[in-house]
């Protein structure tokens, strides 16, 4: 079975930073491009940042700049830096590969930016 296990969410002022960690099991980690997903209350799940399995990032417009994903392909994990955090950040943040319809979805780690 996949796993996907979210943690480092929080509650943070504005302007403040935080590092999401992700830790993958039941994939072939280092083959797969990786994602950090959000969804905010009411709204749809958006793509927050991507890697490939060879290190091309992409960002979303919204965060570019201030989010930095990263893999550790030796220890299966996953990371999104966040910094310069903005209240619009606000969501249940989640990682998944980039065929998210492959896998279910795991918990996900609240981030809460306060004003």
């Known amino acids: 079975q996949v796993q996907l296990v979210e943690s480092g969410g929080g509650l943070v002022q504005a302007g403040g930073s935080l590092r999401l960690s992700c830790a993958a099991s039941g994939i072939i980690f280092s083959i797969n491009h990786m994602a950090w997903y959000r969804q905010a209350p009411g709204k749809q799940r958006e793509l927050v940042a991507g890697?490939?399995?060879?290190?091309?990032?992409n960002y979303a417009d919204s965060v570019r700049g201030r989010f930095t994903i990263s893999r550790d392909n030796a220890k299966n994990m996953l990371y999104l830096q966040m910094n310069s955090l903005k209240p619009e950040d606000t969501a249940v943040y989640y990682c998944n590969t980039r065929r998210f319809e492959d896998n279910a979805w795991g918990q996900g780690t609240q981030v809460t930016v306060s004003s």
């Open positions: 890697i490939t399995s060879g290190g091309s990032k």
